[in-house]
């Protein structure tokens, strides 16, 4: 039989009888097929709900991050991440700020763009004062699109735009406003932008082409502060290295992307536990970290008065506590009620200071002992797992790997020989 991969009407088929087909074209052994279809809490009917396609779900570990203290208030933090030493190392910081008063955050408010493209127009000056001076009857049919959304406060607050210069010529981009409350609002606003589409058309004259949201989203700002006592640093020296640290990440992009990288490993694991858009996240994070024109940390560090460190973040965080997989995946509906949050915001706020937190823990090892010793421990029981270990072995091939500082695959395979052997 030849194997091919057009499946004529794949969707439409049960997931048991996509797993069947792909069990068939991969040679998948019964156990793996079977494997497949055990997609636990989730549930399979719920996934094929989800997303198109479905023959399973993959399964990440789900961690709680302790200590977390903000704007005076206790919260256990969901995780959920497959990489070691990440929950360890929030927690851990998040312990550091408590002794100076934890976490202090703040936001812009959950204001979300949604761009509409306007291309075609000889005079497009002229044409963004006439759609401007019309920004009432757009507001208006902006907000009938979502009852909902504006009985609850929020809904379509102003009317930008700007003309642009590109390889195509000059267009004009009209931005509507829309306060999402506590929903992350790409549904909502894509919803607006499409109909009002017809309106900014007739009023420039031009042609509209794309009507969506912008994940660059800079009404949607939440920032978050903390201070790390020298004592509880390690020391004046390490304040100092933690400092040298950041100023390699402000001055060279090749270090930005990974500080950037570790504040995202707090963020994106709280956003996924929460059943939020961690693409969208991501792209908003890393573009605000260029909005200057040059790549640049997210963070910033800076020494106070009395010697200690403290540490800011700001940036975009649109994530929702209602639409998505928000209230649709049972474990993110049970990550939010362990967090306790009552808005989107709140969940915003406190996904920024874990975010803060996971930066420090980063630069603090990696400006003093090296990142490897605490990676590599957890590492180190992917790598016996990996070559074979069960049980009680697990632990020993990965004590013996660190103990010797050599944590590979071939090293684990020997160990685990040894081990059995005796
Ligand atoms: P949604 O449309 O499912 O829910 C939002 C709606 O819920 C609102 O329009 C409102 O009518 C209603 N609502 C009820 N209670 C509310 C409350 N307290 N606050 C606000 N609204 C309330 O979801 P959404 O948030 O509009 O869209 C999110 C989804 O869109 C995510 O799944 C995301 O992955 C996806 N998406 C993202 C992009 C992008 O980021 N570029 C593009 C397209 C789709």
Known sequence: MTRTSEISGFYKLPPEERVRRVKEFANLT????????????????????????????????????????????????????????????????????????????????????????VVGIADPNAARFDLLSQKDLILKKANEQDPMLVSLGGGAR????????????????????????????????????????PLVEGLTGGRV????????????????????????????????????????AASDIYRASTHNKGIMNGVTAVVLATGNDTRAIEAGAHTYAARSGRYQPLTCWEKNGDGNLVGT?????????????????????????????????????IICAVGLAQNLAALRALATEGIQRGHMNLHARNVAIAAGAEGDLID??????VEERRVRMDRAKEILQQLKGT
Request: glycine share 10%; hydrophobic share 50%.
């Open 158 to 197: 102003d009317l930008r735009a700007r003309v642009i210069d590109t390889p195509r010529g000059r267009m004009i981009i009209a931005e509507l406003l829309v306060d999402c409350k506590d929903a992350m609002g790409a549904n909502a606003v894509n919803t607006m932008a499409e109909a009002v589409a």
């Open 30 to 117: 019964d156990d793996e097929a079977s494997l497949l279809g055990s997609t636990g809490s989730l549930g399979l009917q719920t996934a094929d709900r989800m997303i198109e396609n479905v023959i399973g779900a993959i399964p990440v570990p789900l961690g709680i991050a302790t200590n977390f203290l903000i704007n005076g208030k206790d919260y256990l933090i969901p995780m959920a991440i497959e990489e070691p030493s990440v929950v360890a190392a929030a927690s851990n910081a998040a312990k550091m700020a408590r002794s100076t008063g934890g976490f202090k955050t703040s936001t812009t408010g959950s204001v979300m763009i949604g761009q509409i493209q």
């Open 396 to 401: 020993r091939v990965a004590a013996k790997m």
């Open 209 to 248: 082409l794309l009507r969506i949201i912008s994940n660059l989203a800079t009404e949607r700002l939440m920032r978050a502060k903390a201070i790390f006592s020298t004592d509880a640093l390690g020391g004046a020296e390490v304040v100092d290295a933690i400092l040298d640290a950041y100023a390699f």
């Open 313 to 349: 973040l700001e940036m975009p965080l649109a994530v929702g506590l209602v639409g998505g997989a928000t209230a649709t995946h049972p474990i993110a509906r049970i990550s939010v009620k362990i967090l306790g949050v009552k808005s989107a915001l709140e969940l915003g706020e």
